[in-house]
């Protein structure tokens, strides 16, 4: 089954050993070469260390990330080397600023889903959110299928945890976060590999998020081609069927089983 492609960055792969990948991006109508992340985890661990310290900044990087990965509709998706970096601070008032991709047009206000993440995760474990300055630096362009509402989600998620106390690098806190992030969004194709990095399969089996990941080979480099126009999330689900025939469901099956052996191979 394919979702709706226009508007959306389109990823074609292509093994290019030690070419060079680009360095920075646009929101332009453009192709560009973006390693993908192999590494095994993203660089979430950055968030400074949090145990038994109160901690008055946090920052966190978060990728880029492309889901919907060929016939892996809500399932398949990996990690881009593109980084938004969210910058947390304790301060005597609320504060926003956004540098880059979406510079503008990303709201500024106690709204900004960065801060609304941050919020939601100090309330559950009861607390409130201080005074905050938030920065954030970033590269993912929104709206066009580069994953830019799961890397804010996951950032402001894991500021929120970091600030409460919890320390984001240890294996109970990253599945934590998974289980928020992806209950945020409501699919795990973007959120599994902006928090793990590299080629994620990630479905929900009872209630529970999982995510496997898938070994590739390295220096492969992703082609993207970003377009100009913008396509929220909400409308390009909302074109898709409530149902598919068996027939398709077949086809799906055989060439998401053969995509994943491919990259194995
Ligand atoms: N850096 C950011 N900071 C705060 N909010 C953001 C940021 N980036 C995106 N958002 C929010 O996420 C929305 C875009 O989400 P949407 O799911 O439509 O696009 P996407 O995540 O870029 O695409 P896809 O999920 O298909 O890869 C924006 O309208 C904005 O509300
Ligand atoms: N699988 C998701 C990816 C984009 O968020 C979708 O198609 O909505």
Same mark, same amino acid.
């Given at each position: 089954? *394919?979702?709706?492609?226009?508007?959306? #960055?389109?990823?074609?792969? +292509?093994?290019?050993?030690?070419?060079?990948?680009?360095?920075?991006?646009?929101?332009?109508?453009?192709?560009?070469?973006?390693?993908?992340?192999?590494?095994?985890?993203?660089?979430?661990?950055?968030?400074?260390?949090?145990?038994?310290?109160?901690?008055?900044?946090?920052?966190?990087?978060?990728?880029?990330?492309?889901?919907?990965?060929?016939?892996?509709?809500?399932?398949?998706? &990996?990690?881009?080397?593109?980084?938004?970096?969210?910058?947390?601070?304790?301060?005597?008032? &609320?504060?926003?600023?956004?540098?880059?991709?979406?510079?503008?047009?990303?709201?500024?206000?106690?709204?900004?889903? +960065?801060?609304?993440? +941050?919020?939601?995760?100090?309330?559950?474990?009861?607390?409130?959110?201080?005074?905050?300055? &938030?920065?954030?630096?970033?590269?993912?362009?929104?709206?066009?299928?580069?994953?830019?509402?799961?890397?804010?989600? =996951? *950032?402001?998620?894991?500021?929120?945890?970091?600030?409460? !106390?919890?320390?984001?690098?240890?294996?109970?806190?990253?599945?934590?976060?998974?289980?928020?992030?992806?209950?945020?969004? !409501?699919?795990?194709?973007?959120? *599994?590999?902006?928090?793990?990095?590299?080629?994620?399969?990630?479905?929900?089996?009872?209630?529970?998020?999982?995510?496997?990941? +898938?070994?590739?080979?390295?220096?492969?480099?992703? =082609?993207?081609?970003?377009?100009?126009?913008?396509?929220?999330?909400?409308?390009?689900?909302?074109?898709?069927?409530?149902?598919?025939?068996?027939?398709?469901?077949?086809?799906?099956? #055989?060439? *998401?089983?053969?995509?994943?052996?491919?990259?194995?191979?």
């Amino acid at each position: 089954m *394919a979702t709706s492609a226009r508007s959306r #960055a389109v990823p074609l792969l +292509v093994a290019r050993r030690g070419a060079r990948s680009a360095r920075s991006f646009s929101s332009e109508s453009s192709s560009s070469y973006s390693k993908l992340t192999t590494g095994f985890s993203s660089r979430i661990s950055n968030v400074q260390e949090s145990f038994f310290y109160p901690v008055d900044r946090v920052v966190v990087n978060v990728p880029a990330t492309t889901a919907n990965l060929g016939p892996g509709f809500d399932s398949f998706g &990996f990690a881009l080397d593109v980084w938004n970096r969210v910058i947390v601070q304790k301060s005597d008032r &609320f504060e926003m600023v956004v540098e880059g991709e979406g510079e503008g047009r990303i709201s500024l206000t106690e709204d900004n889903l +960065v801060v609304q993440c +941050v919020r939601k995760v100090l309330h559950s474990l009861g607390k409130e959110m201080p005074p905050l300055r &938030f920065e954030c630096q970033n590269a993912v362009p929104p709206t066009r299928g580069m994953g830019s509402s799961s890397a804010a989600l =996951v *950032a402001g998620l894991a500021a929120g945890l970091a600030l409460g !106390g919890k320390d984001v690098t240890t294996p109970a806190n990253k599945k934590l976060l998974l289980q928020l992030a992806a209950n945020e969004e !409501g699919h795990a194709d973007n959120v *599994a590999p902006a928090i793990y990095g590299g080629f994620q399969i990630a479905f929900n089996a009872e209630g529970h998020w999982i995510t496997q990941r +898938v070994h590739i080979p390295d220096g492969l480099q992703c =082609v993207l081609f970003i377009p100009d126009d913008e396509m929220p999330t909400t409308e390009a689900r909302a074109v898709l069927p409530a149902k598919i025939d068996r027939k398709d469901a077949i086809f799906n099956i #055989a060439r *998401a089983s053969m995509l994943i052996n491919c990259f194995g191979t």
